[in-house]
């Protein structure tokens, strides 16, 4: 009985210390408590999370062309061709600001197209046109806010539309052909060109009150140029005539007469109003085929040639001054533009981009951008392109 409890008792007595033993150990992966925090010690509250949306990505700037100029010419490029309009191209124009270029087809009466367009020089883009006006167009020419732009139009109207929506603001209508426009440099008077069955008249509006101020006989057949004088004092006209006349904004009356050596359609001043351009044929063959196109330079105010500018061997339909007056750029019958130096008169360079006659040019105000419109019935956006 001794030897059965012992067998019993010594295991069971093993096992009940070996419990015990367990049960007083520390277990391995107790933590060890805090460390007392002393009155320095902050404990920071939880703050409430919140999504912030993404930051905007900032817009990029579209970097300055370089300005147009003797240094940079032989990198003069198009940058944008708008091609197969529809119609030959009249006239294109530059907003004061350099951000709009607009263009008019309707130079052929056999063409399908005759309206307004207007691109956005930075991309390109069409922003506007007009409906179909159903008439050949003759000219086109901002106010010098921007803010409008007037339509010449073969059956005597003038149309007046807001920029860049090209919705119709006003019509004033004419009892022929208005063949040339202008805006006054304060943007009170637009005159208009008109070919009448006596002869070229001019036409002076009042914009903001639609009144006519005056008009006045000024060329037989039509009135293909005007322009005024960036100080406001002088309107010029040209015509097939073979002259310019300078009026006297303020009371309509003829100061000079410029006898030229041939048939002039287009005119310009210079912006610091020191120079006056004519674009002509100086001379033609027994067949009327024109072999000398030139460009004269006049001293405003003098009103003496200075200079003429040669090179062309057809007619120079269209010109403009560079915005410092540093340059003169041309459109020939002969399909090119070309470039002259003001000061020296000599021939910079020429450029063939159209596969027609370089009907229509203007020079961007800030002088970064080069216009061009042609019989091949379209219209190149020319730029320092490296």
């Known amino acids: ?62 970097p300055l062309r370089p300005i147009i100029a003797q240094s940079n010419i032989w990198e003069l490029k198009p940058l944008y061709t708008f091609s197969a309009l529809g119609n030959s191209i009249r006239a294109v124009a530059f907003d004061p600001s350099g951000d709009y270029l607009a263009g008019i087809t309707g130079g052929s009466s056999n063409g399908l197209d005759h309206r307004v367009r207007l691109w956005s020089t930075g991309t390109g883009e069409l922003i506007a046109q007009t409906e179909e006006l159903g008439v050949d167009t003759w000219d086109v020419a901002f106010s010098p806010r921007g803010e409008s732009l007037a339509l010449g139009l073969n059956d005597g109207r003038m149309m007046l539309y807001s920029v860049p929506e090209l919705a119709m603001i006003t019509t004033f209508s004419h009892s022929g052909q208005v063949n040339s426009l202008a805006f006054s440099p304060d943007g009170m008077y637009l005159a208009a060109g008109v070919a009448e069955s006596e002869g070229g008249v001019i036409y002076l509006w009042n914009v903001d009150q639609d009144v006519l101020v005056r008009s006045n006989w000024a060329h037989p057949y039509s ?164």
């Open 1 to 62: 009985m001794r030897k059965k409890m012992a067998r019993w008792f010594v295991p069971n007595l093993f096992f009940m210390i070996c419990l015990a033993l367990f049960a007083c150990s520390k277990p391995a992966d107790e933590p060890t408590p805090p460390a007392v925090l002393s009155a320095t010690d902050v404990v920071p509250a939880p703050q409430p999370t919140a999504t912030l949306p993404p930051s905007p990505i900032p817009p990029t700037a579209t």
């Open 223 to 386: 009135v293909p140029a005007l322009a005024f004088s960036p100080n406001g004092q002088y309107l010029a006209s040209g015509a097939v005539d073979r002259s310019v006349k300078i009026w006297q904004v303020s009371n309509g009356q003829l100061i000079r007469t410029l006898n030229q050596a041939g048939q002039g359609t287009s005119i310009h001043f210079s912006a610091e109003n020191e120079w006056l351009g004519s674009a002509m044929c100086a001379q033609s063959t027994t067949a009327l085929k024109c072999n000398d196109g030139q460009i004269w330079l006049w001293k405003v105010g003098e009103w003496s040639l200075d200079k003429k500018l040669t090179g062309p061997v057809d007619w120079v339909e269209s010109l403009s001054f560079s915005g410092d007056g540093s340059l003169v750029a041309g459109g020939g019958r002969d399909y090119a533009i070309y470039l002259w130096d003001r000061s020296s008169g000599s021939l910079l360079r020429s450029v063939i981009g159209h596969q027609g006659a370089v009907s229509a040019l203007d020079i961007s105000r800030d002088g970064r951008y080069l216009a061009s419109g042609a019989t091949d019935e379209s219209v190149i956006l020319w730029a320092i392109t490296p």
